[in-house]
């Protein structure tokens, strides 16, 4: 995720830090400072360390349940609303989405039992309501918190947990699609009512969450129907296959005049033989002319991790290849490493309008 960098590993996954969490750290510091001085500003930062340690925790409920179905977490980001766990892919057995969407409230409900029926921490949802006050109770606040987190959740809001167990239930009858479409447009209208809430009650944080609702609800649906409309698909049917290649020693000019004459938004790099080096991004491509270094070679700027598939090789398996590299195409190419074309996300999304398949 861009403005994100990495703090450590943990249990297979890389942990990263969203830079604007720390102006979250900023804000509630300066705020607590204001009321009670140095001693409030310190407890309040712990306490939002303490409960992010809890959301990590959610997180990791749900990196380590879907590990059970052999998918992969790559990372886990802090952001300032919460985290996100970065699964290869959802599962898309019905009953192992239930069971992956539910693990992280259930890390949550088994902190918030040894806080309250362990330690005999009393809590209750009113603590929310004085969450910055100091004086409120420490270890009260922080499993009123996790009740919290459980119930939010667990609102039918996709791609929030409790949307996704609404949609996996609909895909027991509907079809993984359909399901996630409806599913999609009941999260879209929560996200809306989040929205009116957070700017009548003057809250920042639930409108960032209704923002962040709405998109990862729109754009999920659309990656569930683009790996539908790819599914029995080979990968010779949707690849681009007319294409301008730049060859390695080509300055970043060149890739400017290529960029003005073609409508191609990213550029395979090749070698001598045509044989793949990279790919060059339009936006790579921008960020270094922007740079003043129009006269330099692309090759610095030239992206390698590009995943690489045969030409007999399915669609879907070039779509879940870029999807776990987050790479902007996926190489074709022949036995002997000859580029033969590529595919990107833009030319999917083409191809699943004048495809064969009907979705609905």
Same mark, same amino acid.
């Given at each position: 995720m861009t403005w994100s960098f990495p703090i450590g590993r943990l249990l297979g996954s890389e942990l990263r830090v969203h830079a604007t969490f720390f102006l979250l750290l900023l804000w509630i510091g300066a705020a607590a400072w204001l009321e009670g001085g140095a001693p409030a500003a310190a407890e309040n930062l712990v306490f939002i360390l303490v409960l992010f340690?809890?959301?990590?925790? $959610?997180?990791? %409920? $749900?990196? !380590?349940?879907?590990? #059970?179905?052999?998918?992969?977490? *790559?990372?886990?980001? !802090?952001?300032p609303i919460g985290g996100l766990a970065r699964l290869e892919r959802m599962p898309e057995r019905p009953g192992q989405?239930? @069971?992956? =969407? &539910? =693990? %992280? *409230?259930?890390?949550?409900?088994?902190?918030?039992?040894?806080?309250?029926?362990? !330690?005999?921490?009393?809590?209750?949802? %009113?603590?929310?309501a004085a969450i910055e006050d100091a004086g409120a109770g420490f270890w009260a606040r922080v499993a009123a918190v996790n009740l919290f987190l459980v119930l939010f959740n667990m609102l039918p809001?996709? *791609?929030?947990?409790? %949307?996704?167990?609404? #949609? =996996?239930?609909?895909a027991m009858r509907l079809g993984r699609v359909r399901a996630t479409r409806i599913a999609a447009l009941a999260g879209q209208a929560m996200a809306f009512v989040f929205g009116f809430l957070g700017l009548t009650g003057g809250s920042p944080v639930l409108v960032l969450i209704a923002i962040f609702v709405f998109v990862a609800a729109q754009a999920e649906s659309a990656d569930v129907a683009m790996r539908e409309a790819a599914r029995g698909v080979g990968v010779r049917d949707a690849m681009i296959t007319v294409y301008e290649a730049l060859p390695?020693?080509?300055?970043?000019?060149?890739? =400017? @005049? @290529? !960029?003005? #004459?073609?409508?191609? $938004?990213?550029? +395979?790099v090749v070698d001598g033989r045509g044989r793949l080096a990279g790919f060059l991004t339009r936006?790579?491509?921008?960020?270094? &002319?922007?740079?003043?270094?129009?006269?330099?070679?692309?090759? +610095?700027?030239?992206?390698?991790?590009i995943p690489a598939v045969g030409p007999s090789a399915r669609l879907e398996r070039a779509v879940e290849a870029m999807a776990r590299a987050g790479a902007p195409a996926v190489a074709v190419v022949a036995p002997d490493g000859r580029l033969l074309g590529y595919v990107t996300p833009e030319n999917l999304g083409e191809f699943m309008m004048v495809g064969r398949r009907d979705l609905r």
């Open positions: 340690a809890c959301v990590v925790a $959610h997180e990791y %409920g $749900h990196a !380590l349940m879907a590990r #059970r179905y052999g998918i992969a977490t *790559p990372d886990i980001t !802090l952001l989405e239930i @069971a992956v =969407a &539910l =693990a %992280g *409230p259930a890390v949550n409900v088994a902190i918030w039992a040894v806080l309250v029926l362990g !330690l005999g921490v009393g809590s209750d949802l %009113g603590r929310l809001a996709f *791609p929030m947990d409790g %949307g996704r167990v609404f #949609r =996996a239930l609909l390695e020693e080509a300055t970043l000019a060149d890739a =400017a @005049a @290529a !960029l003005i #004459r073609t409508t191609q $938004h990213e550029f +395979p936006q790579a491509l921008i960020a270094a &002319l922007a740079e003043g270094r129009r006269s330099g070679p692309v090759a +610095p700027v030239v992206r390698r991790d």
